[in-house]
């Protein structure tokens, strides 16, 4: 593990359940009675566009709570009222349009809602020097170049900005990480690095959920696989025997 100092360790998460999540916007289904059981590695999510994929990780990472249903860490029931709940749970997640603010720099958006503070004269005052520290041994630690921690985030690329919310993950030690197809965006270099933090994060025990598009590339990397289609689960796969074909009837419908 990168040589940071984790000021928040939550303990360690064997098992994050979902139980018949539902949510509907309108008329549309998105999620329909989800169940199943997440564990310790890595854990694939595949599904066509509109299966659902994304409404599941923002309602695991508080961003949008469902109609119906329940979330269980380690056998209890969490109440997630929103993405700042989840973080306190150990829950970080990634994904392009939520995970930063643009308008703070890599420091500010590594401390965001967790900023350390100190004692001056009895007041409690921002210590930016000592985030800015911590940014930067986190930032160092991580396999992507980022040229300041002072750099407003939004001039960083994506696999920048990746690796950023990944530093975050990193240094508060969060047991549970969400990804939202995480390299969609990104060139062979940039998705290489950001996958070798995640396999650096898996190696040293979390849980981790990724959804993604790329078949045989989720299929080398998985411990366990979900298939979701029109907002169900409907398959869960050992991606060690499965086929890129098979997966893909399962995706579409074609086998069951
Ligand atoms: N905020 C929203 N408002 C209305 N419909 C939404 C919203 N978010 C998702 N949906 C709908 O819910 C379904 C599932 O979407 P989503 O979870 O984003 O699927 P996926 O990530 O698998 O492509 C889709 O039909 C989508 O159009
Ligand atoms: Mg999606």
């Known amino acids: 593990m990168p040589d940071v100092v984790v000021v928040s360790p939550i303990g360690d998460v064997d098992r994050l359940e979902v ?11 998105a999620l329909h009675r989800v169940s ?9 999510i595949v599904g066509d566009n509109g299966a659902g994929k994304s409404t599941l990780m923002r309602i695991i990472s ?12 380690n056998g209890k029931e969490l109440h997630l009222r929103s993405t700042a709940d989840a973080r306190r749970a150990g829950i970080e997640s990634l994904y392009q349009d939520l995970a930063l603010a ?18 001056f004269l009895g ?8 985030m800015v520290r911590a940014a930067e041994r986190t930032v ?17 690329s994506g696999g920048q900005r990746q690796a950023v919310a990944l530093a975050r993950a990193i240094y508060f030690n969060a047991p549970v990480i969400l990804l939202d197809e995480p390299t969609a965006a990104l060139g062979p270099k940039e998705t290489a690095a950001v996958l070798g933090l995640v396999e650096q994060l898996r190696a040293n025990g979390k849980l981790i959920i ?16 979900i298939v979701m289609r029109s907002g169900r689960i409907v398959k869960e796969v050992d991606p060690q025997s499965t ?11 074609s086998r069951t």
Request: charged share 25%; aromatic share 4%.
């Open 62 to 73: 508080g961003d949008i709570q469902p109609d119906t249903g329940q979330l269980i860490l």
């Open 19 to 29: 139980r018949d999540l539902s949510k509907s916007y309108g008329g549309v289904r």
């Open 140 to 156: 160092a630690s991580v396999n992507i170049q980022i040229p300041e921690v002072s750099r407003m985030v939004r001039t960083l």
């Open 243 to 253: 086929s890129q074909e098979e997966l893909l009837g399962f995706m579409v419908g």
């Open 210 to 225: 990724m959804v993604s598009h790329n078949i045989p590339q989720i299929l080398d990397i998985a411990d366990h696989l």
């Open 123 to 130: 007041l409690r005052l921002l210590d930016k020097r000592a």
């Open 102 to 119: 643009d308008t703070l720099d890599v420091a500010g958006n590594m401390f965001l809602g967790r900023e350390i503070t100190r004692n």
């Open 36 to 44: 199943t059981v997440f564990r310790r590695g890595f854990n694939g």
